[in-house]
Nanobody, 124 residues
Framework: QVRLVESGGGLVQAGGSLRLSCAAA????????MRWYRQAPGKQRELVAG???????NYADSVKGRFTISRDSAKNTVYLQMNSLKPEDTAVYYC??????????????????WGQGTQVTVSS
């Protein structure tokens, strides 16, 4: 079994910064893509940023130049550094990862996992 545990959310004033972390734990063989999504009240969940296993990144247009995604493969952890925060960044942020885990002595299973979400609130 694999679980993703997020931390780092909170309340910050507009223009401030926060750093989110998401650590994967369990019977992990490898982690492929890791992503951050967010969901604001009354809105659909949207992709914020993604990073591949070789470090290639992509960002939503709304966060380009302000957010930076990174990962520490040795720690199975992905980070989201959020700078110049705006009230419209207020949302629950979710970590997502494609994980290959051990499902038996000689078998592996690949599937997506989600974190529990962490609230980010930006006040104006």
């Amino acid at each position: 079994q694999v679980r993703l545990v997020e931390s780092g959310g909170g309340l910050v004033q507009a223009g401030g910064s926060l750093r989110l972390s998401c650590a994967a734990a369990g019977s992990i063989f490898s982690i492929n893509d890791m992503r951050w999504y967010r969901q604001a009240p009354g809105k659909q969940r949207e992709l914020v940023a993604g990073i591949t296993s070789d470090g290639s990144t992509n960002y939503a247009d709304s966060v380009k130049g302000r957010f930076t995604i990174s990962r520490d493969s040795a720690k199975n952890t992905v980070y989201l550094q959020m700078n110049s925060l705006k009230p419209e960044d207020t949302a629950v942020y979710y970590c997502n990862a494609e994980v290959t885990s051990y499902s038996g002595l000689f078998t592996r299973n690949t599937r997506d996992y989600w974190g529990q979400g962490t609230q980010v609130t930006v006040s104006s």
